[in-house]
């Protein structure tokens, strides 16, 4: 079967693998469309926090597909049934996941980095991480539930976002650009935040979908936040940078008494001024991963129309040439590349 293998620092190609046999408790999934996620972008460069990823290894963790096969001991799935898979697997056996934390496991792992990934043509699944469709969701969208519901449980499980909030999202990566089409969907009044670069693709291809942005290295924030919020500073700011002063302009455009969630991954130390954030009695939290009802919420959304994904996702490029999908998004010419295997 073909798989896109990284093979290197900025090196995938498209090499054959085995097809799996699946266990009693797993069934075969065929892949239909795979996501290319910012992680996924971070192990192709070999960034800082990524290196010990094996090489060798064949990418991917947002897909979706159709089973083919079912093991002996499963009962939940049949051939034909659409599906996704949750790609972080937890061990259930720490404190996190008996204390219902299993985002946060001490013992993960993740397809396509710890394990071979979903950039090919068959995966096999243990049954439990498996997630059934709905036929009215098509596959090709269903591929981005993964980070959907990353988007989903920063908005609704980890903020206290109502509707009316005036809400800031830092960044239109793939995450911050989910986030704001679920912040939208609550009812939030949503400006998302993007640099120079982004206004190429990712700025227009939100305002398309009504929601507003600033390129901030064109138009100050800290005036449009006085005009979008009428000088009293946002109520919950996302930062999704993934870069560290990511945080430090959050505090800075939320307004006191509010909130700041972290979803991006900072690559480095924050110089953040404490002081303002105690007298300003602002929140500063998280949000990690997702669980299994964040899932079952993006697919919800995604099934219900609250959200429309189909903009976000780009399907302009080919398995057999990945190096190109993952060269532009690094560039922001795109925001959700997904490679079609059926």
């Not at 299993?102 to 439990?128: K, L, W």
């Not at 206290?160 to 009044?189: F, K, Q, R, T, Y």
């Not at 996702?313 to 925001?335: G, H, K, W």
Request: net charge negative; proline share 6%; aromatic share 8%.
């Amino acid at each position: 079967m073909k798989a896109i293998v990284q093979t290197g620092e900025r090196s995938v190609e498209v090499q054959q693998r085995e097809r799996p046999t699946v266990g009693p408790n797993q069934v075969l999934i065929e892949v239909h469309s795979a996501g290319v996620c910012g992680s996924d972008a971070h192990a192709y460069t070999c960034e800082e926090g990524y290196e010990w990823i094996p090489i060798p290894r064949i990418m991917g963790h947002e897909y979706a597909g159709t089973v083919v096969e079912v093991g002996a001991d499963v009962t939940e799935f049949s051939e034909g049934d659409h599906v996704l898979e949750e790609p972080v697997r937890s061990c259930g056996t720490c404190f996190q996941c008996k204390n219902e934390q299993s985002n946060v496991c001490q013992n993960f792992s993740i397809r396509g980095m710890h394990r071979d990934g979903a950039y090919t043509e068959y995966v096999a699944v243990d049954e439990p991480s498996v997630h059934r469709l709905p036929d009215t969701v098509p596959l090709e969208e269903a591929a981005i539930a993964e980070p959907t519901s990353v988007a989903a449980r920063a908005v609704f499980a980890q903020s206290s976002v109502s509707p009316g909030d005036n809400v800031l999202v830092e960044g239109p990566g793939p995450i911050g650009v989910l986030s704001a089409v679920v912040a939208d969907s609550a009812g939030a009044n949503v400006l998302v935040s993007g640099l120079g670069k982004d206004s190429e693709y990712r700025l227009p291809m939100l305002e398309g979908m009504d929601i507003e942005t600033v390129d901030i290295e064109a138009d100050p924030l800290d005036d449009r936040t006085e005009s979008f919020t009428d000088g009293v500073g946002f109520d919950v700011v996302f930062d999704t940078t993934g870069h560290r002063t990511g945080v430090e302009v959050a505090v800075e455009q939320v307004r006191k008494g509010g909130e700041v969630v972290v979803v991006g991954l900072p690559g480095g130390s924050s110089d953040l001024f404490m002081t303002p954030v105690v007298r300003g009695e602002i929140t500063v939290g998280t949000s990690y991963g997702s669980k299994w009802k964040d899932f079952e919420r993006a697919i919800r959304l995604m099934e219900s129309g609250a959200i429309d994904v189909d903009p976000i996702v780009d399907y302009s490029y080919n398995v057999d040439d990945p190096t190109a999908a993952f060269e532009s998004f690094l560039r922001s010419e795109t925001c959700k590349p997904l490679f079609t295997f059926a």
